[in-house]
Nanobody
């Protein structure tokens, strides 16, 4: 059974930092693509960052140089380190896994609120 559990969300002031975690079970992150998405009311879900099976990462322009995605293979956990956060970063953040054969899995999401 595949399960993705996000944690680390909460309220933070602009300019502060937050680290989100996505713990996976039943699926090896090191063999798949893991991404962080975010969504606010009235907007489509947006890809924030991703990391593939080779450890290569990609970022949305809006978070480049502020956020960092990383992976701990021993814990089968992916992190999103959020630095210098802005009010526009406020959203529900979701963990997503896309497998080599195009299977798609989602976590429940965690709320991040940035106040000015």
């Amino acid at each position: 059974q595949v399960q993705l559990v996000e944690s680390g969300g909460g309220s933070v002031q602009a300019g502060g930092s937050l680290r989100l975690s996505c713990a996976g079970s039943g699926i090896p992150f090191s063999r798949n693509i893991v991404g962080w998405y975010r969504q606010t009311p009235g907007k489509q879900r947006e890809l924030v960052a991703s990391i593939n099976w080779r450890g290569k990462s990609n970022y949305a322009d809006s978070v480049n140089d502020r956020f960092t995605i990383s992976r701990d293979n021993a814990k089968n956990t992916v992190y999103l380190q959020m630095n210098s956060v802005r009010p526009e970063d406020t959203a529900v953040y979701y963990c997503n896994v896309i497998t080599y054969d195009s299977r798609n899995y989602w976590g429940q999401g965690t709320q991040v609120t940035v106040s000015s």
